[in-house]
């Protein structure tokens, strides 16, 4: 109880985020609004990403979610600072959570599949080397399960005779609606060590967020249940997806459709309606990096057959892109070379413009091969987030994608003269365009791939269109 009365007989006013990225950002900001006495300060080592975070033009924050402005407006300056100063928000907080990127290694034992800690590493040591007085930390980064041990051992073994804290205080925000779920979220939990003084620090915890969040919606466990629950949230949502479009390939060749079997097996109370849209594939920063993790986790302890199990949602994920970009160069007479192909959509999702593990990138790239001239349009990313991607992935020269790639301001001018237009992002806008004008300006036969069944097959039809839609026959 030593620990307890250290440092728990204060209520927490001052709390540090490291890590201002899609999760400590908007994570920051709701907990700021909603805790007006708690001072919070989030810090990056990223200067341009702090600096937009403090633009005075709330249309140049970094990242792009749906109501997060007005957030941000109401509690920055008041209560919620961004900084670059790692050291003076690590010594004025009592408790701190870490939400820095946890990749997925590109080097040595573990490449492509283990979570890559460094930069974990790195905070804990900042801490520790740092840190004047004991702390709670709070692990919001998606780790292995059993991390939680490795930065208690760092802390304490790097300290002047501190005592920390650890907590796993996993995000379940998506991001489009990352503000919506983080003021109501289906549950918050958390989880700490079992003693006294993890418990002592768990409610310190449940304190900020009660303040908003009904405490029977907080659940609290232990460690290992908390860091291991949302590699399988994860799992199990990437798995529906898969899944779904396993089926979408089947009711392709015979006749069904997906969306009218996602209805009716989706009034089915135990299966449930969300999460099951057939698309082109997912993707985002989480569910391939969390399942390879996963794997990596059950090979490790010899589990091959759970292993093997967790990675066929990937294998699918993969083949569900692979197949959405052979079928345009198979309906194109078995040739791109040279034809324009428009892409509408570059973000992983709607509402957001995040691109990590877009499919947009894999299917754009298999076209790129076949020397396809490609216009990609999307409303809210940016034109050089566009070219990163595909340099990152290592495939195409930069004079590749300069000869082959063009990124278009405006849909209209991105469709002229296409022979294709593949949609790859369900943005609402594109449900609205006029489609007979953009028609009317297409090389002819008029082809449209649709990876997220958002358009009216009939009605695009009945205009002229060839149209493949993810789940129907042609
Ligand atoms: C996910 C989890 O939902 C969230 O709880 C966790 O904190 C982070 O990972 P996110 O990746 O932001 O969130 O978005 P999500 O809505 O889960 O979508 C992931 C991918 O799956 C997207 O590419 C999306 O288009 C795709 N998807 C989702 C489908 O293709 N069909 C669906 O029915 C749902
Ligand atoms: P996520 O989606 O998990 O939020 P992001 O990549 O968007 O991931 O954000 C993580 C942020 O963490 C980045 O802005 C990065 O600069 C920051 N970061 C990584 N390591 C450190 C560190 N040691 N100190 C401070 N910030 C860090």
Redesign the pocket.
């Known amino acids: 109880m030593v620990f307890l009365h250290k440092i728990f007989q204060m209520k927490v006013t001052k709390i540090a985020c490291i890590g201002a990225g899609?999760?400590g950002g908007p994570t920051m900001a709701v907990i700021a609004q909603k805790n007006p006495g708690i001072q919070v300060t989030v810090v990056d080592l990223n200067e341009q990403r702090i600096a937009n975070w403090n633009h005075e033009d709330l249309s140049k924050l970094p990242i792009y979610e749906p109501g997060l402005a007005e957030v941000v407006a109401e509690a920055r300056g008041r209560n919620l600072f961004f900084s670059t100063d790692i050291n003076k928000a690590i010594v004025e907080a009592e408790l701190i959570f870490i939400s820095v990127n946890t990749p997925t290694k590109t080097y040595g034992k573990g490449k492509g599949m283990a979570a890559d800690l460094k930069y974990i590493e790195l905070c804990a040591r900042q801490i520790a080397e740092t840190a004047t007085t004991n702390k709670i930390v709070v692990e919001k980064s998606?780790l292995p399960v059993r991390t939680a041990e490795a930065i208690k051992n760092i802390l304490e073994n790097n300290s002047n005779n501190l005592q920390f804290q650890i907590l796993s205080n996993?995000?379940?925000?998506?991001?489009?609606?990352?503000v919506a779920?983080l003021q109501n979220p289906d549950r918050v939990l958390i989880g700490g060590e079992t003693t006294p003084e993890g418990q002592e620090a768990i409610e310190a915890l449940v304190q900020i967020y009660n303040s908003w969040i009904p405490r029977e919606r907080i659940l609290t466990t232990n460690l290992w249940s908390s860091e291991l629950s949302?590699l399988t949230?994860?799992a199990f949502?990437?798995q529906?997806?898969s899944s779904?479009?396993a089926m979408s390939e089947l009711c392709e060749v015979t006749g069904a459709n997906v969306q009218e079997v996602a209805s009716a097996i989706g009034m089915d109370s135990r299966i449930g309606n969300?999460?099951?849209?057939?698309?082109?594939?997912?993707?985002?920063?989480?569910?391939q990096k969390?399942i390879l993790n996963l794997v990596y986790i059950a090979k490790s302890y010899g589990l091959n057959e759970v292993a093997d199990y967790w990675e066929q949602v990937i294998i699918l994920n993969d083949h569900q892109k692979k197949r959405f970009a052979e079928n345009i160069i198979k309906t194109l007479y078995n040739t791109v070379s040279g034809k324009k192909i428009t892409v509408l959509g570059w973000a992983?999702?709607?509402d957001?413009n995040?691109t990590r593990?877009?499919?947009a990138i894999y299917v754009t790239s298999a076209l790129m091969e076949e020397n396809a001239s490609i216009h990609v349009f999307d409303p809210k990313v940016e034109k050089h987030q566009i070219i990163g991607d595909l340099e990152y992935l290592n495939v195409h020269t930069s004079e590749e994608i300069n000869q082959f790639l063009s990124i278009e301001n405006d849909p209209y001018t991105a469709c002229k003269n296409a022979h294709a237009i593949a949609i790859l992002?369900?943005w609402d806008e594109f449900k609205t365009y006029d489609w007979q004008k953009i028609y009317d300006n297409m090389m002819k036969p008029a082809f449209i791939f649709d990876g997220?069944d958002i358009l009216d097959v009939n009605k695009m039809r009945e205009i002229g269109f060839v149209v493949y839609s993810i789940g129907k026959s042609v």
């Open positions: 899609y999760v998606t996993p995000e379940f925000l998506a991001e489009g609606t990352a779920d949302k949230a994860n949502l990437a529906r997806v779904i479009n969300k999460f099951l849209k057939a698309s082109v594939g997912f993707g985002g920063s989480c569910f969390d992983f999702k709607k957001t995040d593990e877009s499919a992002t369900e997220r």
